[in-house]
């Protein structure tokens, strides 16, 4: 008999335990203000039900108060904050990224969607909103900055070639556009084309060239930057640069370029190869397949170099 009242004592200090983390927890601030802003209501038999998860709750929400960062952040999960979802039988506890880590997720994403081949790091971070908007500007800027928001996979809209003087923003700008499409979830690739044709020469060797080709000219969106200024052989022009175009063309994958020469110009050259290789039709098709791809602007303007 001794036994079995030293037990029903215990179950009664247990009890009572229990009602003291209730009280502690129904009336932690934090709670309170979350359950009025959220419209939840904490009925006892609610309270029973989710008592752990209440305790949770109070224990971490406000640890993001005192926020110093995703790499010092003191959640249960890094980068979640928890929150309550009122339910008929109980309280359900959730972690959902915070706001630092959806911009985190967002940021890796652009990341996943934008390829960068040979380009400064800092053409990553081009945005529209940095853009200098001059009279010898509008219409490139124009057509750039309504592309990057209206373009849609599901139908082709013509790119366009930048031409202008050497440091007046036309990779910039490009760049920028990459940017605001990797955000909307669009593939893009931005290559810089010299170094382009020197990594493929040495892909040659490594069995990687046809794969490193095709990535290139399947993209959703490319961007050929500096075209012109490649070393300008045969085996460039006519089994690089001509596949892709065509390749594209005929996909209707829009194509943008930027180059110190204007179209005319790039034709000219591409007649007559470094290698002495003198083909006019050869050149011809690679202006017919450009104005098919894109309309030229002309930029001017300063140097943003120096």
């Given at each position: 008999m001794k036994d079995l009242r030293n037990f029903l004592t215990l179950d009664d200090d247990l009890n009572q335990k229990v009602e003291v983390i209730k009280n502690k927890v129904i009336s932690n601030k934090h709670l309170q203000n979350y359950c009025k802003k959220h419209n939840i209501v904490l009925s006892e038999a609610k309270i029973s039900n989710s008592l752990m998860n209440l305790i949770h709750f109070t224990d971490y929400y406000n640890k993001c108060e005192t926020c110093a960062g995703l790499e010092e952040c003191k959640q249960f999960i890094q980068g979640y904050k928890p929150v309550l979802i009122d339910l008929p039988t109980h309280i359900h506890l959730q972690y959902i990224p915070c706001d630092l880590q959806k911009a985190y997720i967002a940021q890796v994403e652009v990341t996943n969607n934008l390829h960068s081949f040979y380009m400064p790091k800092k053409m990553m971070e081009a945005n529209l909103n940095d853009i200098d908007i001059g009279e010898s500007r509008n219409k490139a800027v124009s057509k750039i900055a309504t592309f990057a928001k209206s373009y849609t996979p599901d139908k082709f809209q013509k790119a366009a070639y930048l031409t202008g003087p050497f440091g007046i923003g036309k990779t910039y700008l490009l760049a920028a556009m990459a940017n605001a499409l990797a955000k909307r979830?669009?593939?893009?690739?931005?290559?810089?084309?010299?170094?382009?044709?020197?990594?493929?020469?040495?892909?040659?060797?490594?069995?990687?060239?046809?794969?490193?080709?095709?990535?290139?000219?399947?993209?959703?969106?490319?961007?050929?930057?500096?075209?012109?200024?490649?070393?300008?052989?045969?085996?460039?022009?006519?089994?690089?640069?001509?596949?892709?175009?065509?390749?594209?063309?005929?996909?209707?994958?829009?194509?943008?370029?930027?180059?110190n020469k204007s179209i005319n110009e790039l034709t000219r050259d591409y007649a007559t190869t470094?290698?002495?290789?003198?083909?006019?039709?050869?050149?011809?098709?690679i202006k017919d397949r450009i104005l098919a791809?894109?309309?030229?602007?002309?930029?001017?303007?300063?140097?943003?170099?120096?």
């Open positions: 979830n669009i593939q893009v690739a931005l290559v810089y084309l010299p170094d382009m044709m020197r990594e493929l020469k040495s892909a040659i060797g490594r069995n990687e060239f046809e794969n490193l080709v095709n990535k290139i000219k399947q993209m959703q969106v490319l961007i050929l930057d500096d075209i012109g200024s490649e070393m300008n052989t045969q085996w460039s022009r006519d089994e690089i640069i001509g596949p892709i175009l065509q390749f594209r063309m005929l996909e209707e994958l829009p194509t943008f370029f930027s180059s470094n290698d002495q290789v003198q083909d006019q039709t050869k050149a011809k098709r791809l894109a309309d030229e602007y002309v930029m001017s303007g300063k140097n943003y170099r120096y």
